[in-house]
C-alpha cells in the first residue's frame, strides 16, 4: 500500500533554524498520486522500507530500517544557491511494515508471494510517475526492488530501457523464487531490459554460471572491483566513461547497492570495497546524462551495526548521493 507524507507529516522531521533554509520547509507534497500532474516539482522521493527480498536471498536483515534516517537527514539538508527544494516531492512510502515484522525466511512460498506483490506495487507507482513526466528517486529496501523500477520506467517509457548497476554482485540469480538476487535476471527475461551493466562486481562473489551467462549475452556488460582497485589494469574514470557509452542511448535506470561500499552497514557489508566518494562520483557523472531516468539506492542497513550512530550516517550519506543526483540532473 502507497502511504502518502502530508506536509505536516514532512514537518515533523525538520528541525528549523532562524536565518536558514532547509529542503524539508520547501519540499512539495501531494494528496493523491493523481495529482502528481498538478505539482511544478521535477524530482519524486519514494521509500520502500522492506528486507523481504533480502531475507530470501539469505541476506542480513535491515535493509527496512534506512528510510527513516535518510528522510530525516535529507529534510534537513540546506537550501541554498546549490538544490532548490520546491523542485523536489516527498510522495511517500510503500507500507509492508506489518509483513516485514513477521516474515523470517523460511516460508519461501509465502515470501515469493510477497516480493511478488511489492514488485506489482512499485512498478504501478514508477509507472506513474515517469508518464508524468518526473524522475524517481526511490530508497530501499532490498535490491528485489530493481524488478518493479525496471518494469515501471519501460512500461512509462513504452519501451526496453537500459540500466546500470554499482554493486559487488550482478542479482542474475537463476529465475526462481523472488528476491534480491534475481531482480535484473526477472526483468531482462520479461524485456523491459535491453543493455545491462554491472561496475565493480567482486570476483570471489559471481558464480561462474553467471559469468558464462554474461559472456553469452552481447547486450551485457562488466567490469571487476579487483580490476578497478586492487591489480588497477583499469581506471575508474575511464570504465565510468565505457559504462555510459554503454547505456546511453536509451532511457536508463542508476542501481547503487551500498553494500559495494567498504564498511558500509548493508545487507552484505564488506571489507573491502568502493570509498563513498567514488559511489558519489558514479552517481553525479551518469545523473549529468539526460537519458539518466531514476536513481535507486538499495540495500543500506543501520540496523545490522546496533549503534544509534549509523542511522545517521546511512541517511546523511544516502542524502549525499541524491543531492548529488539532482543537482548533476540540473547541471
Known sequence: MLRIFSKTEIQEFVSPREGETKLGEMVQTISSIDDLNNTSASYVILGVPEDIGVKMNYGNRGAQTAFTPTLKSFLNTQQNQFIDGKDILILGYLDYAE?????????????????????????????????SGKTPIIIGGGHNNAYGNLKGLSEGKNQPINVINLDAHTDLRRLEERHSGNGFSYAIEHTYVDKYFMFGLHENYTPQYIFDEIHSNINIDYNLYEELEVYKTASFENELQRAENFIQEKPFGIEVDLDCIQHFPSSAMTPSGFQPQQARRFVYCLGKNNNA?????????????????????????????????IKAKNA
Do not use: T, W
Not at 519461501?108 to 504501478?124: F, H, N, P, Q, T
Open 99 to 131: 509483513e516485514v515484522a513477521k516474515f523470517d525466511g523460511s516460508d519461501r512460498e509465502k515470501g515469493d508471494y510477497l516480493v511478488k506483490a511489492i514488485d506489482k506495487k512499485l512498478s504501478e507507482v514508477i509507472k506513474i510517475i515517469v508518464a
Open 293 to 325: 531516468s531514476y536513481l535507486h539506492i538499495c540495500e543500506g542497513a543501520p540496523a545490522v551495526m546496533k549503534d544509534v550512530i549509523a542511522n545517521g550516517q546511512v541517511g546523511k550519506f544516502i542524502s549525499y548521493l541524491i543531492s548529488d543526483f
